[in-house]
């Protein structure tokens, strides 16, 4: 499986954010770029992806930024690459190779994909990025 720099960013970013929420102070563009050692402008139109799918919602006033759509304990690994990377393209990150190859990475596959939809934020957060 192949993530887009998308996907990898969107996988970087979210664990930095409080996962209450909706009702977390909010995180600003520039200090989430720097945390991640991402560009600024790269990673806004990222979380403006995941805005869109209802992951991040943005916030105005003194604790303003983006902040998560929901709680962390509400979203998987699946609904964040399905965000970023769009139905076709998840699709073409899931195919398997023609050929004898195939079937015998079908259990690979699978089990990818029950990790991504079984994990969330939450879990990822905790068990292996914030110690």
Do not use: W
Not at 58 to 75: D, H, N, Q, Y
Not at 102 to 118: D, H, V, W
């Amino acid at each position: 499986m192949l993530l887009s720099r998308a996907a990898e960013v969107a996988l970087k970013s979210l664990p930095h954010f409080d996962p209450r929420g909706p009702d977390a102070p909010g995180h600003e563009v520039r200090v989430l770029a720097f945390a991640c050692g991402e560009p600024a402008p790269y990673l806004a139109k990222v979380l403006q992806r995941l805005a869109r799918a209802g992951l991040l919602r943005s916030k105005r006033g003194r604790t303003g930024g983006f902040v998560l759509g929901r709680p962390a304990s509400e979203i998987t690994l699946a609904d964040i690459v399905l965000a970023v990377e769009g139905a076709e393209s998840l699709e073409t990150v899931f195919a398997l190779p023609e050929g004898p190859a195939g079937p015998f990475l079908l259990p690979a596959r699978n089990e990818l994909a029950a990790r991504l939809s079984g994990t969330t934020l939450a879990r990822l957060r905790r068990e292996i990025l914030v110690p």
